[in-house]
């Protein structure tokens, strides 16, 4: 399946999200924050980022503009998973170049049907 790089601050939350990832058969790199995320874009290339909107250091609108300066990130679907609900926050997270935003709780199937529309595998 795909190569997919999960960033969110909260370690149960990355669990949750990995458990259900690797479940549906895909390969998932873990990051818990927007710099490692980057850090960890700069190694390898993903066919997904699945990242949280607040976080410290670097947010999840931070990393999607950096990730979209990186001509290996372009293309790439970036899905934003955060408990960030309000229209002017996804208009944002639009503006910074993210494919989709998924409030949390995330119901599992709905995100693996989610990336099966994205991920162009």
Known sequence: MS??????DSPSMRKMVSFTLIGAGHQVVEAVDGIDA???AQMQTFDLVLTDQNM????GLGLTR???EHPNFKQIPILMLTTE???LMKQAGRAA???GWLVKPFDPVRLIEVIKKV???
């Open 3 to 8: 190569l997919i790089l999960a960033v969110d």
């Open 56 to 59: 410290p250091r670097l947010d």
């Open 38 to 40: 980057f850090e960890k």
């Open 85 to 87: 609900s309000s229209d």
């Open 66 to 68: 950096k990730l979209r």
């Open 119 to 121: 991920v162009k595998v």
């Open 97 to 99: 170049g993210a494919t």
